[in-house]
């Protein structure tokens, strides 16, 4: 059973930076990648950024060049910092384990709040 508690969220104004962290413990060893998730109000959940085991990174098109996933393995966590922040980059932001390649996020996080002011 994998765990997942975020962190670091909060109120930032466009242009701003925040990092936001997901402390992970419980199946480690089993974990395919890990992926970061955001919900806006009245939209979709979507994924924003993924690391693998291997360590390869994907981005959404709206994030390219502003967020930066990562991990640290000794500490069990997995980051993401989000540079030149936006109003439309307010959501909560969720943390979340893909256990088989190819597969769903089969755990997550209960989710941190980030809002951008303009």
């Known amino acids: 059973q994998v765990q997942l508690v975020e962190s670091g969220g909060g109120e930032v104004q466009a242009g701003g930076s925040l990092r936001l962290s997901c402390a992970v413990s419980?199946?480690?060893?089993?974990?395919?990648?890990m992926g970061w998730y955001r919900q806006a109000p009245g939209k979709q959940r979507e994924l924003v950024a993924r690391?693998?085991?291997?360590?390869?990174?994907n981005y959404a098109d709206s994030v390219k060049g502003r967020f930066t996933i990562s991990r640290d393995n000794a500490k069990n966590t997995v980051y993401m910092q989000m540079n030149s922040l936006k109003p439309e980059d307010t959501a909560v932001y969720y943390c979340a384990a893909q256990m088989r390649p190819f597969g769903s996020y089969d755990y997550w996080g209960q989710g941190t709040q980030v809002t951008v002011s303009s």
């Open positions: 419980g199946g480690i060893f089993s974990i395919n990648a």
């Open positions: 690391i693998s085991k291997y360590g390869s990174t």
